[in-house]
């Protein structure tokens, strides 16, 4: 009886380490429900108009801009930046443009910095399939990214406080693809000194 009670316990021990280094080895799918969920709406809204109140009339300083998703790994960063297509093309504020720039190469002087301007139209995140159009930082900085501040196909609006980047000169990914790409770069940390 004793030993078939210990046949059993090793059975069981053996088929539980079994099952638990085959779910180390698996490759998990991601899920298409998202891991971070704005829980109060109006709690949000809330706190982006509290933040619009801070520059009023009368002030020198005006406009601003934000980060769109800033992700720091083990001295790591990945930042992505999203902008919405209009007519083909997105347009990036000058100064925004300018800072991240800055913040990109003093970032890559100390640490790694993928910085990725991404556009796109409305699209579906959920969607694994949906395309964004997308470039980093290193193509804006060696010139494959045209670095214009006037519409070349003569739609002028006259501001030029701008950079127009048309869809054609970025790279059209899945939304699955740039998950990988942002997830790469995660593991790419997880080994840096």
């Known amino acids: 009886m004793v030993n078939e009670t210990r046949d059993l316990i090793d059975n069981i021990y053996e088929k539980e380490n079994t099952k638990n280094n085959h ?22 809204t809330r706190g982006r ?3 619009g109140d801070l520059i009023v009339h009368g002030m020198i300083a005006s406009g601003g801009t934000d980060i769109d998703w800033l992700i720091e790994h083990k001295g790591g960063f990945i930042i992505l930046e999203f902008k919405g297509f209009h007519n083909d093309k997105i347009n990036i504020a000058k100064g925004q443009m300018i800072a991240y720039e800055k913040l990109h190469e003093k970032l890559n002087l100390a640490t790694k910095c993928y910085l990725y301007v991404i556009g796109c139209d409305d ?3 959920s969607n694994p399939d949906s395309t964004v159009f997308i470039f980093e930082m290193s193509q804006w900085k060696n ?3 045209p670095k214009n ?13 701008k950079f127009i980047v048309y869809r054609e000169y970025m ?23």
């Open 171 to 193: 790279d059209e990914i899945s939304v699955e693809k740039l998950r990988d790409v942002v997830d790469s770069h995660w593991k790419e940390f997880e080994i840096m000194k």
């Open 143 to 145: 010139g494959a990214i």
């Open 149 to 161: 501040t006037s519409d070349i196909y003569g739609d002028d609006s006259g501001r030029q406080n």
């Open 49 to 51: 108009e509290v933040l």
């Open 123 to 125: 699209i579906d995140f």
């Open 23 to 44: 779910q180390q080895n698996q490759v998990v799918r991601k899920s298409p429900k998202a891991k971070y969920q704005i829980f109060d709406e109006s709690e949000f």
